[in-house]
């Protein structure tokens, strides 16, 4: 439905996401190659945000398979209804029926999960298909990956091969917090979602923020991108800055200053030993090399 990377950049824009042009670029050609799409980047820069934003664009659904450690194929595939086969297995007991008994391990007693929910050839058109932070699960479940990325189906033993009739819109994300196999990343476009400029930032905050003033949203991203600068554990990511220019508003502050920094720095450092560092010296130093105080 793009027949250039400014259409999928304006597509976005036009839904609240502020791209630049090498993730408009790589949206685009991973739709034009059906070729899944490999988003790595630091915690909340915008890498969830782009599958909802699809499947908004494309007006199909958004089918989520949220990765973490010990994810197995019970939840990310499929598995077997247990207790509607042991019904079935206990009534065919208890009727005392002649006729042979039904295949337990057939599709009435299937349940599907994400995965095979993505691949399923009844659909009318394609899903966007959202892997969330990949690098929390384990290694092997990569191994199962690589048949659905590269012919998207699924093969169930007991049954055969899930095909897809329209290929989904695969959207994998991972914050690297290890590094993922190169045998996967090879059959994905790949992008890196940095850190936004200020003035992209400061669209997206008035986007997602409206009700915060205009002259205290250009604060917030100036110190917000002055403190991503400083040694810390945890940059904060837009999101953060989102929430706390919100935060900000509801406390009714119409200037970025050294209390109200102090007082809301939870909003943006999520450890201690940030928020200790930064507190005081750092903030008043900060604030001063803006000209905010």
Same mark, same amino acid.
């Given at each position: 439905?793009?027949?250039?990377?400014?259409?999928?950049?304006?597509?976005?824009?036009?839904?609240?996401?502020?791209?630049?042009?090498?993730?408009?670029?790589?949206?685009?050609?991973?739709?034009?190659?059906?070729?899944?799409?490999?988003?790595?980047?630091?915690?909340?820069?915008?890498?969830?945000?782009?599958?909802?934003?699809?499947?908004?664009?494309?007006?199909?659904?958004?089918?989520?398979?949220?990765?973490?450690?010990?994810?197995?194929?019970?939840?990310?595939?499929?598995?077997?209804?247990?207790?509607?086969?042991?019904?079935?297995?206990?009534?065919?007991?208890?009727?005392?029926?002649?006729?042979?008994?039904?295949?337990?391990?057939?599709?009435?007693?299937?349940?599907?999960?994400?995965?095979? *929910?993505?691949?399923?050839? &009844?659909? @009318? $058109?394609?899903?966007? %298909? +959202?892997?969330?932070?990949? !690098?929390?699960? /384990?290694?092997?479940?990569?191994?199962?990956?690589?048949?659905?990325?590269?012919?998207?189906?699924?093969?169930?033993?007991?049954?055969?091969?899930?095909?897809?009739?329209?290929?989904?819109?695969?959207?994998?994300?991972?914050?690297?917090?290890?590094?993922?196999?190169?045998?996967?990343?090879?059959?994905?476009?790949?992008?890196?979602?940095?850190?936004?400029?200020?003035?992209?930032?400061?669209?997206?905050?008035?986007?997602?923020?409206?009700?915060?003033?205009?002259?205290?949203?250009?604060?917030?991203?100036?110190?917000?991108?002055?403190?991503?600068?400083?040694?810390?554990?945890?940059?904060?990511?837009?999101?953060?800055?989102?929430?706390?220019?919100?935060?900000?508003?509801?406390?009714?502050?119409? *200037?970025?200053?050294?209390? &109200?920094? @102090? $007082?809301?720095?939870? %909003? +943006?450092?999520?450890?201690? !030993?940030?928020? /200790?560092?930064?507190?005081?010296?750092?903030?008043?130093?900060?604030?001063?090399?803006?000209?905010?105080?």
């Amino acid at each position: 439905m793009f027949d250039s990377t400014e259409d999928v950049a304006r597509a976005l824009s036009e839904h609240g996401y502020f791209a630049d042009a090498g993730l408009a670029t790589s949206l685009f050609l991973a739709l034009r190659m059906q070729k899944p799409v490999f988003l790595e980047g630091e915690p909340g820069v915008g890498k969830t945000e782009v599958a909802l934003v699809l499947a908004r664009i494309l007006d199909t659904e958004l089918i989520r398979l949220q990765c973490y450690e010990g994810l197995d194929l019970g939840n990310a595939v499929y598995e077997w209804n247990y207790p509607k086969q042991l019904l079935e297995i206990q009534s065919r007991a208890g009727s005392g029926a002649s006729e042979p008994p039904p295949d337990i391990f057939s599709e009435p007693y299937l349940l599907r999960r994400p995965l095979l *929910r993505a691949v399923d050839a &009844a659909r @009318d $058109r394609a899903p966007v %298909l +959202l892997i969330d932070e990949l !690098d929390r699960a /384990d290694e092997e479940f990569e191994s199962f990956l690589l048949e659905l990325l590269a012919e998207f189906q699924i093969t169930v033993p007991e049954i055969g091969t899930f095909r897809a009739e329209h290929a989904p819109v695969v959207v994998i994300t991972s914050n690297r917090t290890r590094e993922i196999h190169d045998a996967l990343k090879r059959r994905c476009v790949y992008h890196w979602i940095d850190y936004p400029s200020a003035d992209r930032e400061l669209a997206i905050i008035r986007e997602k923020a409206p009700a915060v003033a205009p002259k205290l949203a250009e604060q917030v991203v100036a110190f917000v991108q002055r403190l991503r600068d400083e040694d810390v554990y945890k940059r904060p990511g837009v999101a953060e800055s989102i929430d706390w220019a919100r935060a900000l508003a509801h406390l009714s502050v119409v *200037r970025v200053d050294a209390e &109200a920094v @102090d $007082r809301t720095l939870g %909003l +943006l450092l999520k450890y201690q !030993d940030d928020v /200790d560092r930064i507190r005081g010296r750092v903030t008043r130093e900060t604030l001063h090399e803006l000209e905010l105080e």
